[in-house]
């Protein structure tokens, strides 16, 4: 059974970084093709994916939030982190991570690839607040 779970701070000073780790259990974050996500939804909004990282290491970021994220991941510890940095109380929501499935082609070699959208496990979430 794969599971996610997140872990961090629940409250951030205005202007400082924000960090939350995801650790996998039940599956490795190296397992060919899968990405893994990190999402957010804020007080009355909807769900807003702010990045991922690949099976290979390769990040991706959302566009709005590229200047201020970076993900990594420690592999022989199967997780991997989120940093925002520069928070303001607009940052306040719950954070989750996410377990990306590839979408494979059956041909007589399957190709396979990274879908960075679509997610099939989550983590619980976990409530940071931006607050002085």
């Known amino acids: 059974q794969v599971q996610l779970q997140e872990s961090g701070p629940g409250l951030v000073k205005p202007s400082q970084m924000l960090s939350l780790t995801c650790t996998v259990s039940?599956?490795?974050?190296?397992?060919?093709?899968?990405?893994w996500s990190w999402i957010r939804q804020s007080p009355g909004k909807g769900l807003e994916w702010m990045g991922a990282i690949g099976y290979d290491g390769r990040t991706f970021s959302s566009p709005s939030l590229q200047s201020r994220t970076s993900i990594s991941r420690d592999t022989s510890r199967n997780q991997f982190s989120l940093q925002l940095t520069s928070v303001t109380p607009e940052d306040t929501a719950v954070y989750y991570c996410?377990?990306?499935?590839?979408?494979?082609?059956?041909?007589?070699?399957?190709?396979?690839?990274?879908?960075?959208?679509?997610?099939?496990?989550w983590g619980q979430g976990t409530q940071v607040t931006v607050s002085s």
């Open positions: 996410a377990r990306n499935p590839p979408r494979c082609i059956p041909t007589a070699q399957p190709m396979c690839f990274m879908i960075l959208y679509e997610h099939d496990i």
């Open positions: 039940g599956d490795s974050i190296t397992t060919s093709h899968y990405s």
